[in-house]
Structure formats: C-alpha cells, structure tokens
C-alpha cells in the first residue's frame, strides 16, 4: 500500500480507537481530559504525540481488567506476560483480535517464505506466554503443517524435527541453540539429518554475531521478529528477506520512538524508546504505549516492495541497562564482543556485585569451546585476556572475565536470563 493511503488508513483507525477507549475506559478518559484532547481534534498523524503515554504501570494499576472497552462475555481469549516483577500483564482478545493476530503472524510467516507446504516445529512456550498460540495461529492460517512442541524435552524435539522433516523451526534465539546442541549430543548431523530451511526467532533480544552463530550451527536463515504480550504477543514486527530490519504491522499498531527522559520524539535514524498506539484492538487498546525497548525507526522503502515502516534490533531495553560505576552498559554489547572472540561458545552470564564498601563489580562468564577447552589452561587464559581487553575497549569499563567449561552455564527453554544482578538482591 502507498505509504499516503496508509497514513489514511491509520488515521481513520487512530481516531475510531481514541474514541472508543474515550467512551469505555475511564482511564483513559481522565487522561485525554488531561491532555486536552478530543477524539475529534486528532486532524494528522501528527496529533499522535498530543496523546498521553501509557507504561507498565498503568496497566498494573488497572490490573486485571480495567482497561477493557467490551464487557467480559466479549473477551475469548486471556493471556499474560511472565510478571517477573510483579503482577503480570494481561492480555485480552476478542474474537476479532484474535483474527487480527493471525492475520498479522501468518504476515511473519509470508515474511519469511513460508507457505503450505512447509513444516513448522514450533518450539515456543505454550500457555500464558503469548509466544506458542502466537506461531500456531499464523501457522494455520498460512496452512502450514504446525507441530506444537512447546519448549521443553529437547531430545524429543530433535526426534520429532527429524522424523517429521520440518523445515522451519520457530522458538527463542537462546532455545534454538540449546536445539542445536542437543542434535549433537545425539549424534544427528542437522546438515544432512534435519531439513530446517528457515527460523523465525524472537521474544528476546539477539546480536547479528548470535544470528551468525545459530545460522551455522542450525544450517538455516534465521528471521528476527518482535512482538510484545501488551500489543498483541508475536506478529507486532518481522524480518523480510532482505534482513534490513523488522517490518511493523503498521496497519495495525502506530509505532514512534522518544526520548525515554523527556518524551520528545526522536527522528527516524536515531535510537529512541519503541512506543506504540494499537489501532484495531477491541479488548484492550493502548494509547502510546511505553514499551521500554530502544530502537531506531525506518520509513524509507524497503527493497522487498513493503512499505510497512522498519524498526532495527532491539539495542537494550531500558530497564535492562546496568549502571556500573557511572558507566551505563547494555548486554547487547556484551553479546556483540562475547561472540567476536574465537574459542568461545555463545552462552554467557553477566554478574553485577556490590561487594561491602566497594565499588560495583561486573563480571562476564563465557563457555570455551570443546576445543578450546581441550587445548588447555593457557590457551583458555589467553582467550580470557583477549576477551578482558574488548569488553573493556567496547564498554569503557574492565569487568572481571572468567571463561568457563562447557555446558557450565544454565540453558533456556524460553527467555534466556543472563543477567544476574546482586545489587537487587539487598547486597
Ligand atoms: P515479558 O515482559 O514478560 O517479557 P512479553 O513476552 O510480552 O513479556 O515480552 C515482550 C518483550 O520481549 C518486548 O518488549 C521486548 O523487550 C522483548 N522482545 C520480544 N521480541 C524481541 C526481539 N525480536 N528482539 C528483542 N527483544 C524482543
Ligand atoms: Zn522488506
């Protein structure tokens, strides 16, 4: 679609939406009342950012139902986020929202040349997790045969890949290693045994050094994609085959990005706070929401023919990035170095510590490489030194670097955890 009839599109949309929450959910009409805004007063696009934000908390404060805009009885579907830090997120659907999101996942699936006659193990949680019922969803409306593994029992998955002949493989970045590493331990050759083609890999960030890592080790072309519990779950953004950044389904969630500190938008190019307007929802539709994910926005064309606007990797969330010694880091980064380092596995923890009286430590442990390992205690030392001195080239501070033994470091069915912060944890 042209991107002017687009804009059309989304502006009918933006309005039908801001009328609706204005009418149904007192929320939201306490907060444009203090805004100063009418539904009828959005006239552009550009009214968009007269709008007020929405964050976690607020959903939080209106926990669980008090953002719905339909009664109960409309609502056919009810997902959460994991809730790590307290009450979790839901995520409501009507019987249209529910259509939408397959329209957009079977959009992630098109995305990256899936049809028909593919087999699709789709290894994302099911459950709350918006991830699995995501995937099967789209799966299915592409018509492509799904197998829902969920996550989990790994040998048996890599039995199942095998004997069923799948072709794409869609779960975390971090489970698809732990796929590729248990096909070895069974000894299956995934290069002539699996017939994996493509993988559709998200819910996590991931460095263009980690999609290398599992493009080599899985034997396929690895598609990033980008969805969150509060939008819709998976199908909010996706990779083409040009791998030149992520798709939005721009027809369906209004994507800006701030300056998280002053709320300012930021121009295209430069990295800003992802915040998104639904514009389709009927269960429960945000207004600005404040992801937390930095990012940076494209709207130039892309070579595949879409014009759906491009968001890049997410860099970091901005509740993720460590403070250490005045110095702000981003795992991101870390990952981007780890992976560099020849000898090292892609599995790492990052460790934050404030020993009594002392200054804030960061520590970063890697795997070695079977053959690394096996090549002995100075080579590894020596691998440690190397890694030592890029982190600290990269980051501007020196963490202390241990690189461990294989399979050392705890694996991930869903969302790796790397980080473990001790500060958190009253130290
Ligand atoms: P939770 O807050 O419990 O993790 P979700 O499952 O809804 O809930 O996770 C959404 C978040 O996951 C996003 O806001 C983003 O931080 C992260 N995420 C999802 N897809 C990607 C991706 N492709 N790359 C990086 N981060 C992602
Ligand atoms: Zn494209």
Redesign the pocket.
């Known amino acids: 679609m042209p991107r002017a009839e687009l804009e059309q599109l989304q502006l009918g949309r933006l309005r039908t939406t801001v009328e609706l929450v204005c009418n149904q959910v007192p929320f939201y009409r306490q907060a444009l009342d203090a805004a100063g805004v009418r539904p009828q007063d959005l006239r552009s696009l550009h009214d968009l950012q007269r709008l007020p934000l929405t964050t976690k908390q607020d959903l939080r404060a209106n926990y669980p139902f008090g953002l719905l805009t339909v009664p109960l009885d409309a609502i056919v579907r009810l997902h959460a986020?994991?809730?790590?830090t307290g009450k979790?997120?839901v995520g409501p659907y009507t019987a249209r929202d529910l259509a939408n999101w397959g329209e957009v996942m079977a959009r992630v699936y098109a995305a990256a040349g899936v049809t028909g006659q593919d087999i699709v193990h789709n290894a994302y949680g099911y459950g709350l997790?918006?991830?699995g019922l995501g995937f099967h969803l789209g799966a299915e409306r592409v018509g492509a045969a799904i197998v829902p593994a969920s996550g989990g029992l790994s040998k048996r998955q890599v039995m199942l890949m095998e004997d069923f002949g799948a072709t794409v493989l869609t779960c975390t970045p971090s489970y698809s290693l732990v796929l590729a590493e248990t096909a070895q331990e069974l000894g299956v050759d995934i290069r002539t045994r699996l017939r994996l083609r493509a993988g559709i890999?998200?819910?996590?960030?991931?460095t263009e050094a980690m999609r290398q890592e599992i493009e080599a080790k899985l034997n396929l072309e690895a598609f990033?994609?980008?969805?969150?519990?509060?939008m819709i779950?998976?199908g909010v953004a996706s990779e083409c085959i040009r791998h030149d950044g992520?798709h939005i389904a721009e027809d369906h969630f209004l994507p800006e990005a701030i300056d998280p500190d002053s709320g300012a938008p930021v121009p295209d190019g430069e990295v800003g706070e992802l915040v998104f307007t639904t514009i389709t929802r009927e269960g429960q539709p945000l207004l600005r929401y404040r992801?937390?994910?930095r990012i940076r926005l494209t709207r130039e064309p892309c070579a595949c023919g879409r014009t759906m606007a491009r968001m890049s990797?997410?860099l970091g969330?901005t509740d993720d990035m460590l403070i250490i010694r005045g110095v702000n880091v981003y795992p991101f980064n870390i990952e981007s170095v780890v992976l560099k380092v020849p000898g090292l596995e892609p599995h790492y923890l990052i460790l934050v510590d404030r020993p009594k009286d002392q200054l804030d430590e960061l520590e970063v442990w890697v795997e070695a490489s079977a053959e690394l390992w096996q090549r002995g205690e100075y080579q590894v030392r020596e691998t440690e030194q190397k890694l030592h001195k890029d982190l600290a080239d990269t980051l501007g501070i020196a963490p202390r670097v241990r690189v461990r033994e294989p399979h050392s470091i705890q694996r991930s069915e869903g969302?790796a955890r790397r980080i473990i912060d001790k500060r958190e944890l009253g130290s």
């Open positions: 986020s994991s809730g790590t979790p997120t997790f918006t991830g890999f998200g819910a996590e960030p991931w990033d994609t980008f969805g969150l519990t509060e779950g998976p992520m992801t937390r994910d990797k997410v969330r969302k």
